[in-house]
């Protein structure tokens, strides 16, 4: 695999791996980071869609002025056009990736030309980030030059959006999480302080109770023996999403979901005959709109001359219990990531002793899972690559960091030796360093390669004497640039190169003889010509100027 395939799946990774406990913004802009260095960017900037309706908004830049993004708007407010009717606009419509190999030729980005002009970026393409079928914002590369853009940079843009379409919703439902929590936190701040001042204020009066119900941000009923709603305050009405009117003197299960009221009526019944209103916390309601709605409730059994009463307190937890599904869900798509990775991953304690391991490294060493849990990792290495492993480790454990990967020999399962690249980082909780995290690729079947490109040096020598060390080298040269795009036959060379047919004849004979490349017969009666297998397989470039291999 080339370095550039490793980096960007490395790249992918990192995306995958961002903290979403970082600020939003840095988020935003680590994932920027990743994807234009990672192909040679000259910037990117990320578009998210208003949350309120269906408005793009540019959130964040890479590469670019700090305030790139306030004279995006300005040029827009300038020439009286939304940014919707930029390329990104169509992105979000259509839902399909978007490229401009030549800003100066695309109708729909002549509003913001001259900033292209200025910063000096020439092409684009505008990536969505997508949920399912739905366009949450886009992830947008510009590169300096003028380009085609190619389909491995295609696919490496679309994916990194996708990417970070997971992250970027992890972190706002971790921004939620964390929004809510300290509300809760507020809000329990703000209740006791409340009811420590009515206390002072009005206690041992009526009006102190009927203070602290009425200001109470839970929701308060008192049901009768019979089950007929006879108080309720403010908040239990906000909260059930019925009028006073409608439900003060109304049968309790009015409110009860159909596919709920066998389980009530059972939960009434032993507040009823046991006096026992627990053991029932979580109740789903309907509201006067139809609304299903999430309550936690507590109750009481009270005697009030005479006469049995139901207190019940009420508090809206549907946010809360979405966001707990959220989370499940986001967890559920980290495991599936972590599964079935391309890039073999593992975790381990300091201890060196392995605690997860995905599908990817499983199959490396032909191993399942409880076979290498717990196990130490030294045990999966071979001798000679052990001493480079603890190496690495403790320089990192030190604080040094490796980003180079480190070639290691495993020992699988069956006593077969495979060779690794991996990288390690350490995982931390706050300062505090908790374990191991590392990633690697089988690189077994590149060596081999490799060994097999050492052994057709002799060749490749030769092809370097007839391209280099004999005249007619650039013809041959330029004949093997031809032959490498796709087969000819002499015709279609001798018109490529503008030659004379007997010249083209001639210095493919010299190839043919040397081995360089081969024929055969197309339709019977054609020649065609072909590079050989092993000239193919390790040429990367090559023209009259000389040419480049594969490198070892």
């Not at 009530?264 to 209103?277: F, K, M, R, Y």
Request: aromatic fraction near 6%; include cysteine; charge should be neutral.
């Amino acid at each position: 695999m080339h370095t550039s395939e490793r980096s960007k799946l490395r790249a992918l990774s990192d995306i995958a791996s961002i903290d979403i406990t970082l600020e939003f913004d840095k988020i935003l802009q680590n994932i920027l980071e990743i994807t234009c260095k990672t192909i040679d960017a000259h910037s990117g900037t990320i578009m998210l869609v208003d949350g309120c309706g269906n408005d793009l908004r540019m959130v964040a830049s890479y590469g670019l002025p700090n305030n790139y993004i306030e004279r995006v708007y300005e040029a827009a407010k300038k020439t009286g056009v939304p940014i919707s009717s930029s390329p990104s606009g169509t992105v979000l419509e259509t839902g399909g990736y978007y490229l401009v190999p030549n800003v100066n030729e695309e109708p729909k980005d002549k509003p913001w030309l001259h900033l292209a002009v200025e910063l000096g970026f020439s092409s684009q393409i505008f990536t969505p980030m997508k949920i399912g079928s739905k366009v949450i914002g886009l992830l947008n590369v510009y590169m300096a030059q003028v380009q085609q853009f190619t389909e491995e940079e295609i696919d490496f843009v679309t994916i990194a959006a996708s990417q970070a379409t997971s992250v970027v919703q992890n972190a706002r439902i971790c921004c939620r999480l964390k929004n809510n929590i300290q509300k809760l936190k507020e809000y329990k701040e703000h209740l006791e302080e409340k009811i420590h001042e009515a206390h002072k204020e009005l206690f041992d009066s009526e009006r102190y109770l009927r203070a602290v119900i009425d200001s109470s941000l839970d929701g308060i009923a008192v049901v009768n023996d019979r089950g007929i709603f006879e108080f309720g305050n403010d908040s239990f009405f906000n909260i059930i999403g019925w009028t006073r009117d409608e439900l003060i003197g109304q049968y309790f299960m009015k409110v009860i979901p159909e596919d709920t009221k066998e389980l009530i009526l059972g939960h009434w019944q032993s507040i009823q005959n046991l006096n026992d209103p627990g053991g029932l916390n979580e109740v789903k309601i309907k509201t006067g709109s139809g609304e299903i709605r999430c309550l936690h409730v507590s109750t009481s059994l009270t005697e009030i001359r005479g006469k049995k009463k139901v207190i019940a307190s009420i508090l809206d937890i549907s946010e809360k219990k979405k966001l707990e599904i959220n989370i499940k869900e986001s967890e559920a798509r980290h495991r599936e990531l972590f599964e079935n990775a391309i890039d073999a991953i593992f975790t381990q304690d300091l201890e060196g002793r392995i605690l997860t391991m995905n599908n990817a490294w499983l199959k490396i060493i032909g191993c399942t899972i409880d076979e290498v849990t717990g196990s130490h990792f030294s045990k999966w290495i071979a001798p000679d690559s052990l001493k480079k492993s603890q190496e690495i480790l403790t320089r990192s454990l030190s604080g040094e960091v490796i980003t180079k990967p480190t070639m290691i020999e495993m020992i699988c399962k069956n006593g077969e030796r495979k060779w690794v690249e991996f990288t390690i980082r350490l995982i931390k909780e706050g300062d505090r360093i908790t374990g191991i995290h590392g990633t690697g690729r089988d690189v077994t079947e590149n060596k081999r390669l490799k060994q097999e490109l050492k052994e057709s040096n002799k060749q490749l020598k030769l092809l370097w004497y007839l391209i280099v060390g004999t005249r007619g080298g650039n013809t041959r040269a330029l004949i093997l640039k031809h032959l490498i795009d796709k087969p000819h036959n002499a015709n279609q060379l001798a018109d490529a190169l503008n030659m004379d047919y007997k010249t083209v004849r001639h210095h493919l004979d010299v190839l043919v003889k040397n081995g360089i490349i081969t024929k055969e017969k197309s339709n019977g009666y054609t020649t065609v010509y072909f590079p050989s297998k092993n000239i193919g397989d390790s040429l990367l470039f090559i023209s009259g100027e000389g040419m480049k291999f594969k490198p070892l």
